[in-house]
């Protein structure tokens, strides 16, 4: 198994846990952009969103929700970057969390 998304899902890489129930597993980004970066992930594999059933979507959503009251925060942005065009490095589903509690966010606004 190459991807290492698959690695920290079945704790061969160890990742900053924030959430997780059978189906997604919420970590810090290793190398984050803003006072919180967060990675939201199902743990089976889909290369990105645009092959992820969409059956899938609407409870990655609830379990998103479920990550802001986690780490306390209602004011964030969600970003998924969906192919290597749009800047995506790592090919297995991600939703970045990116939130400043303490004041603006700037990583730029699309
Ligand atoms: P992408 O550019 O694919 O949308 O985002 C990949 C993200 O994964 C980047 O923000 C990068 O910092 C993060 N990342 C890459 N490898 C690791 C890792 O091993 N652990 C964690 N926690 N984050 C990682
Ligand atoms: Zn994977």
Redesign the pocket.
């Known amino acids: 198994m190459e991807c290492?998304f698959c690695k920290?899902v079945n704790g061969e890489?160890p990742?900053?846990k924030v959430l997780e129930n059978d189906k997604f597993l919420a970590?810090?980004?290793?190398?984050p952009?803003a006072p919180i970066?967060v990675?939201i992930i199902p743990k089976d594999h889909y290369e990105k969103f645009d092959s992820t059933p969409v059956e899938l979507l609407p409870e990655m959503a609830e379990f998103i929700k479920e990550v802001a009251k986690e780490l306390n925060i209602t004011d964030y942005r969600l970003?998924?970057?969906n192919g290597k065009g749009a800047?995506?490095?790592?090919?297995h589903l991600?939703i970045?969390m990116v939130a400043n509690p303490n004041g603006k966010l700037l990583w730029p606004k699309l």
Do not use: A, R
């Open positions: 290492i920290i890489i990742s900053n970590f810090h980004d290793i190398n952009i970066h990675l970003i998924t970057n800047g995506q490095e790592v090919f991600h970045h």
